[in-house]
């Protein structure tokens, strides 16, 4: 079975299991947020501020590994024209499941984003893209498919795993692995995520997740900070996740 495989099935099971990032939002929310009153995450506990999204009704939103119901009905109600890529069954069905409870439109792809993305080049005006990544060996590629289907001048948000989480233990007060995390080429990493039903998982340098999006033809616009939310490394106020806005780039002089 490939890792993409494996990792749909895990979140499928957590999701099952009552995931907080698989609990699609309520009634009440998605009133509120048509009213003007909402938040969105990318990253575990800091809301993403309302001008890195701007004007949203009419814009083609991508929500891209964004199942769960969400932050999708968010968009909607504010009147965005929305698709969401994931590659879990039930994080789809989520999202389904609150379209059709609020009645409003939404293109819903299961798809595994490591392959190239199933849209025509310039498709969206905004990518939205919560921490996921850390699920995918490379996130290169998924720089690069985000720059081809944004519109110039598109905005990507983006979540992404700092790296630190994977180089501490289940209790986060020892130093065990080294890096890369990549299970796929060190098998006692890949025995800790089975153990902790983890699925597969991956560490990125930040090279890969900032240079990546600068190499793919983005403009670093702002970015913050973000901890787990829980356990140690949060008590301590330890960054582990990190909040990007990014443009694409109008022309290859840097605009």
């Known amino acids: 079975m490939e890792y993409q495989d494996i990792n749909a099935e895990t979140i ?23 009213q003007g009153d909402w938040d969105v995450l990318l990253t575990p506990t800091k809301p993403v501020p309302h001008e890195w999204l701007g004007e949203l009704r009419g814009k083609k ?38 379209a059709e409870r609020e009645d409003y439109a939404i293109r819903i792809v299961r798809a595994d984003m490591t392959k190239p993305l199933p849209f025509e ?28 289907v944004l519109k ?33 080429k060190n098998e006692e990493q890949r025995k800790q995520l089975e153990r902790d039903d983890a699925g597969m998982q991956f560490s990125h340098s930040l090279e890969e997740q900032i ?19 829980v356990g140690r490394l949060h008590e301590m106020n330890i960054p582990t996740y990190l909040a990007m806005r990014a443009r694409k780039r109008i022309s290859g002089n840097g605009e």
Request: with cysteine; charged share 25%.
């Open 12 to 34: 499928d099971r957590w999701v099952e299991k009552g995931w907080e990032w698989g609990k699609p939002i309520s009634h009440e929310r998605y009133v509120k947020a048509a």
């Open 61 to 98: 939103l991508l929500g891209l590994a964004c199942g769960g119901g969400q932050q999708m009905p968010i968009f909607a109600a504010l009147g965005a024209d929305c698709t969401v890529l994931d590659y879990s069954r039930k994080q789809l069905e989520s999202e389904m499941a609150v």
């Open 121 to 148: 080049d310039g498709a969206f005006d905004v990518i939205f893209h919560p921490v996921s990544n850390c699920y995918v060996k490379d996130v290169k590629s998924i720089w690069r498919e985000c720059a081809r």
């Open 152 to 184: 110039p001048g598109g905005s990507l948000l983006s979540g992404v795993d700092h790296y630190v989480n994977y180089i501490v233990d289940a209790e986060e007060r020892e130093i065990v692995n080294r890096l890369p995390f990549d299970p796929t």
């Open 211 to 229: 240079n990546g999006q600068l190499e793919a033809g983005f403009t670093l616009l702002a970015l913050y900070e973000d901890t787990n939310g």
